[in-house]
């Protein structure tokens, strides 16, 4: 476990250069019983808990219009903005090797840069990128954007 902007790049590092598969899925393909030994809802107290719903992007995958990250590292990915509006959702694809990166200002919740990448040789990068340009790094199965906005990027397999 971990903070997605110190760690998950260094720790996919870690875990090529020890030769290990790494993939980022939406749902583990493991047993339910292992995954809620080390993945659970902490406890409230006196609050009630529903876990969510099946996971809402499985089988999705970025439109082929979205561009490489290799094709944009090197260049600046936040052009305007204050810093504290700047938001880098990660999400994982249905091909487990490839992430989907959105760069979005809130509240305004306009997509500055999308760019899809393969987790192995891209994610670090990308991580420590929007880092140097003070974006805040976010991991979800769904980020908090508007379905209008997110179909313009994902798309169901077919």
């Known amino acids: 476990m971990g903070n997605v902007a110190e760690h998950l790049g260094t720790f996919v590092e870690r875990m090529v250069r020890e030769e290990t598969r790494v993939e ?4 583990p393909p493991l047993p ?6 080390y993945a659970s809802v902490p406890p409230y107290e006196g609050h009630e808990y529903e876990a969510p719903p099946g996971t809402p992007v499985r089988g999705m995958s970025a439109h082929a219009s979205v561009e490489d990250y290799s094709r944009l590292r090197g260049t600046m990915l936040w052009t305007e903005g204050d810093a504290t509006s700047r938001h880098t959702y990660l999400l994982p694809l249905s091909d487990s ?11 305004s919740a306009e997509v500055v840069f999308a760019a899809k990448g393969l987790l192995v040789e891209n994610l670090g990068t990308l991580i420590r990128h929007v880092r140097d340009e003070q974006s805040f790094v976010e991991l979800y ?14 798309s169901p397999l077919s």
């Open 24 to 27: 980022l899925c939406i749902c």
């Open 32 to 37: 339910r019983e292992l995954v809620e030994q």
């Open 97 to 107: 090797s490839e992430f989907l990166a959105l760069g979005v200002t809130l509240p």
């Open 141 to 154: 199965a769904r980020p908090p954007l508007p379905p209008e906005v997110l179909a313009r990027y994902l």
